[in-house]
């Protein structure tokens, strides 16, 4: 069911979950978090549909502001979303103009379930320094996509996240390795990783994750990282570990599920290695309160001792 206010006031839309929760169509009790989704109005769709997936392993309140134009009238329409419409969660949407078009803590904070943990995710851009914005503030964690198509490439937006970076503040092109990460941690359980002298990360031009994928194995390795885009296809497609033994290399090819692990004198390897939807990722986030201190580190440690300029085929 979605309840449309429009026109409205934060103290109306209060006063109609108030109404619903007496009437049995929204409930509160078993959420565990409050999760803000801070975009644009026309953005709002896609961002419910990844929270909603989400909410069904973590219960939660749903508070979504839309941004509008500031050019417009002040005013606030919002929508009330609950039973199939909001997947384990109860939707508040806030669409805003004029004067209210602003990130606000103020539209926020009568929406926030007590005592719970405040998540804030920013699908597209993102404050310059996430835990100084308004809604950053109140948060427990900030959760940020540098691979958001905002204008700003990759290196840019890597590079501004880390010189704003606090505690608590994480990243989905991050999260979007955590199985790349663990496959290629379990390489260095069969080999001594002070045998790897370079390392070549593979993956789409102007990619986050590719990028944060070198900055993690130069933190660990403190070796030469070279970023290459030698192929085609979104994402991450290759990790090349470079040995006097015998190179290793994990490589996936185009959208396919599966990657292939080749190792000297040994069988190749069929591992399961899908690409992970938005959805995904923010359910991985949402598992965790408390902050992500080696991400953190690789931010500080590993990506400044990175070259984020990728290597192209015919500049070798």
């Known amino acids: 069911m979605i309840v449309e206010l429009s026109g409205t006031t934060v103290d109306q839309v209060l006063k109609e979950i108030g109404r619903l929760r007496e009437s049995g169509g929204v409930v509160a009790l078993g959420r565990v ?9 026309d953005s709002v769709e896609e961002a419910i549909e990844a929270a909603n997936q989400a909410s069904r392993e973590h ?3 749903i508070v979504v502001l839309a941004t509008g134009d500031q050019r417009k009238q002040t005013g606030l329409d919002a929508q009330i979303r609950v039973g ?6 109860d939707v508040v949407v806030l669409y805003t103009s004029g004067q209210n078009a602003v990130e606000s803590a103020t539209l926020i904070n009568g929406f926030l379930l007590p005592d719970a943990p405040i998540v804030v995710w920013w699908p597209g851009t993102a404050p310059t320094i996430p835990a100084e914005s308004p809604l950053g503030r109140i948060a427990h964690r900030r959760i940020v996509d ?3 198509p905002t204008g700003v490439d990759a290196p840019t937006a890597l590079k501004l996240l880390r010189e704003g ?3 608590g503040d994480t990243d989905l092109s991050w999260t979007r390795l955590t199985m790349w990460r663990n496959q290629v941690a379990a390489i260095f359980d069969t080999i001594d990783p002070a045998s ?5 990360v593979d993956g789409a031009e102007n990619n986050a994750a590719t990028i944060l994928m070198g900055a993690w194995l130069q933190m660990q390795l403190q070796i030469p990282i070279t970023l290459a885009s030698t192929g085609t296809g979104p ?5 090349r570990l470079v040995r006097r033994g015998g190179d290793i290399v994990l490589a996936r090819n185009e959208e396919s599920p ?7 004198d040994r069988k190749v390897q069929r591992i399961s290695l899908p690409r992970r939807s938005r959805q995904e990722c923010l359910t991985e986030e949402l598992r965790r309160l408390d902050p992500d201190e080696f991400f953190g580190r690789v931010l500080a440690q590993g990506l400044p001792a990175t070259n984020t300029k990728a290597v192209h085929p015919s500049a070798r």
């Open 33 to 41: 978090l409050s999760l803000i989704i801070a975009t644009t109005a």
């Open 59 to 61: 219960p939660c309140r």
């Open 84 to 89: 199939g419409d909001a997947g384990a969660s």
């Open 146 to 148: 540098t691979s958001a």
């Open 165 to 167: 970076y606090r505690a």
């Open 196 to 200: 790897v002298l370079a390392a070549t």
């Open 235 to 239: 994402g991450l497609r290759s990790v």
């Open 258 to 264: 599966v990657a292939f692990l080749y190792q000297q």
